[in-house]
C-alpha cells in the first residue's frame, strides 16, 4: 500500500541538540563503550516487542525502548522510532517527529533515512519527552526525610551525622535518601565500625568485593562507605529497572542470586531483609538511570508474569 507522507525536518531542535553536546567536555572511551552496549541492548529488546519475537507483540512498549537507545546515540533506533512515528506504531502519528529521527539517523549515516529525508518538510522544534533530560532534582531538605525514620534512626549526634551526610550525598547518585537510611539502618545498625561475619564493613556493609568495584579504600569511612553504596544501589536499581524489591534483593545477595531465582533469592535472611527494607521505604518503584548498566535478563520474564 502506497500511502504520501510529508514529514517536517527538525533542524533547529537538532542544532539545539548539537550545542549542548559541543559544549560538553567528550566522555571517556569506557563511557561511550558502555552507552553503546546498553543503547544495542534497549535496540534488542525493542526490535523483539515490536516484531513479537519471544514476548507478546507490544508497539507501545518497542517505541519506548527505541526511544531510550536513540536517545543514547543509536542511528538504528533512531530509524526505527521513525518509521513508527511515520506509521502511526506505537505512538501518535506525527510526521515532524519522524523527521527529527530520519534526521539523526541520517546524520549518522543510515542510508535508508539518507533517502527517507526526500520526503521532508518543514522543522519542527519538538522532541519527545523520553529524548529530553529531566530536570536537575533539588537537593532534597533535611524536612523531606521521613519523620518516623530520623525519630527511629537519629536519636543520637552521631546517626544525626550520619544522616546528615546521606542527605548531602544522595542527590549526586539521585537515590532517595530515606532508601539509603532504610538500607544504612537494616545494614548496621548506623554503626560505621560495622563488620559481619561475612566480611562485610561499615554503614552500607560493603564487602571488599564490592568496595573495590566503587572504588572505595577505606570502607570505614562513612563518606566513602555511604558514596560507595550510593554508587551500588544506583547500579541496581538501573539493573533492575527501578523495582525496589530486587534492588534490596541484590543488595543483600547480590544480583547474580536475584538472576539465577529469576526473583527475590528464597533465603530466609534476603526474605526478611527485603521485608525490612520495604516496611522503612514503602515505595515498590524508584528513578533509574538506564545509562548506567544493561538492565537485567530475567527482566523480560518477570514483566511478562507480572503482565
Not at 70 to 97: C, H, I, P, S, T
Not at 149 to 176: M, N, Q
Not at 197 to 213: D, S, V
Not at 230 to 235: T, V
Request: net charge negative; aromatic share 8%; charged share 25%.
Amino acid at each position: 500500500m502506497q500511502t504520501p507522507v510529508r514529514f517536517l525536518f527538525a533542524v533547529i531542535a537538532l542544532i539545539a541538540v548539537g550545542c549542548v553536546v559541543a559544549a560538553e567536555a567528550p566522555p571517556d572511551d569506557g563511557a561511550q563503550r558502555e552507552a553503546a552496549r546498553v543503547a544495542n541492548s534497549l535496540l534488542a529488546e525493542a526490535q523483539s516487542f515490536e516484531h513479537g519475537e519471544g514476548v507478546s507483540q507490544d508497539s507501545n512498549r518497542a517505541a519506548a525502548l527505541y526511544c531510550q537507545a536513540a536517545k543514547l546515540g543509536n542511528a538504528d533506533a533512531q530509524f526505527n522510532l521513525a518509521w513508527m512515528y511515520a506509521n502511526g506504531r506505537g505512538v501518535e502519528r506525527d510526521d515532524a517527529l519522524a523527521a527529527t529521527f530520519f534526521d539523526l539517523a541520517a546524520r549518522q549515516g543510515n542510508e535508508h533515512a539518507q533517502r527517507m529525508l526526500r520526503f521532508t518538510g518543514e522543522p519542527t522544534r519538538d522532541l519527545p519527552d523520553c529524548m529530553l533530560d529531566p530536570p536537575e532534582p533539588e537537593p532534597p531538605l533535611y524536612a523531606d526525610i521521613d519523620p518516623d525514620l530520623v525519630a527511629a534512626f537519629g536519636t543520637t549526634e552521631d546517626r544525626r551525622k550520619v544522616i546528615e551526610i546521606v542527605r548531602e550525598l544522595a542527590p549526586d547518585f539521585d537515590i532517595d535518601p530515606q532508601l539509603v537510611l532504610a538500607v544504612i539502618g537494616t545494614e548496621s545498625n548506623f554503626n560505621p565500625k560495622a563488620r559481619s561475619p561475612k566480611n562485610a564493613q561499615g554503614l552500607m556493609q560493603l564487602i571488599p568485593e564490592t568496595a573495590e568495584r566503587f572504588k572505595v579504600r577505606d570502607a570505614y569511612d562513612p563518606v566513602q562507605n555511604i558514596r560507595g553504596g550510593l554508587a551500588y544501589l544506583r547500579w541496581l536499581l538501573a539493573y533492575f529497572q527501578g523495582d525496589v524489591e530486587l534492588a534490596a534483593a541484590g543488595y543483600n545477595a547480590g544480583e547474580g542470586a536475584v538472576d539465577k531465582y529469576k526473583g527475590v533469592p528464597p533465603y530466609r535472611e534476603t526474605r526478611e531483609y527485603v521485608k525490612r527494607i520495604r516496611t522503612l521505604f514503602n515505595k515498590t518503584e524508584h528513578r533509574f538511570d538506564e545509562s548506567v548498566t544493561t538492565p537485567s535478563p530475567v527482566l523480560r520474564q518477570l514483566n511478562s508474569r507480572r503482565g
